[in-house]
């Protein structure tokens, strides 16, 4: 796993290799090297830092990235409104930089992550070894011949279409389906086509705010991710 090195006011840097030369002074690799997580190490001005375990933010920050991504503020919702936990099994369907089902894979009991391009799937290997997830498993190809069934389903491929029948087969009655769209039309589209009950749909807004006591400034962030996507909830019933 990759550690990463805090300092009162934040992330100093993500560490890879060699020494790291810091506003607080010289890191040595070597104490680094030797630290656990949770560890303290000294700059040579004698500075503690602590060195640390990346946070989902974190991850999302330090990992690799290929394909468009689904941001921290939609997983959050997808946890909550899929009902995710500890005894959930997630199929993802569309596993790009595999940050929906590395994150998810801490908290539910297993992930299955599907994807057709294998480039896709070496990324996703690569950012599950940064966040050190065990309980996710990788399969390339499209989901037409999987057997088991799933407590939650979660959908983001450009074609949704392809997969919604078969998505709710392997649903266990009272599972959830999560389809991740870019445009409300395709959302409403979806919703015609297959006659979806018992749905929800959202958009998840997220604004950041700086507050500097000393210069006494609370405002909004300049710079701020506003829409992202649309999220289209669906329970199975029978």
Same mark, same amino acid.
């Given at each position: 796993m990759v550690k990463i090195l805090l300092s009162k006011k934040g992330i100093i840097?993500?560490?890879r290799k060699g020494?790291?030369?810091?506003?607080?002074?010289?890191?040595k690799r070597k104490d680094i090297a030797k630290a656990r997580i949770n560890d303290v190490v000294t700059t040579h001005k004698g500075e503690k830092i602590l060195v640390t375990s990346p946070s989902y933010e974190d991850f999302i920050e330090i990992m690799k990235r290929g394909p468009q991504i689904i941001t921290l503020k939609d997983i959050g919702e997808i946890i909550v409104f899929a009902n995710i936990n500890k005894k959930s099994r997630v199929l993802e369907i569309g596993t790009g930089a595999g940050t929906v089902g590395i994150i998810i894979s801490q908290i539910a009991k297993e992930v %299955?992550?599907?994807?057709?391009r294998s480039d896709f799937l070496d990324l996703a290997r690569e950012n599950a070894k940064i966040f050190n997830a065990k309980n996710i498993k990788f399969k390339q190809g499209s989901i037409k011949e999987e057997k088991e069934s799933f407590d939650s389903v979660i959908i983001d491929i450009p074609n949704p279409e392809e997969v919604i029948e078969k998505s709710f087969e392997v649903l266990k009655k009272g599972g959830y389906l999560v389809t991740y769209l870019p445009s409300i039309s395709q959302i409403f589209n979806l919703i015609s086509k297959y006659k979806f009950e018992n749905y929800k749909v959202?958009?998840?807004?997220? %604004?950041?705010?700086?507050i500097d006591t000393e210069r006494n400034i609370e405002r909004p962030e300049n710079m701020q991710l506003y829409h992202t996507g649309f999220l289209l909830f669906s329970r199975k019933i029978f």
């Open positions: 840097k993500i560490n020494d790291i030369n810091t506003q607080y002074g010289i890191i %299955i992550s599907y994807d057709i959202m958009q998840i807004n997220k %604004i950041d705010w700086i």
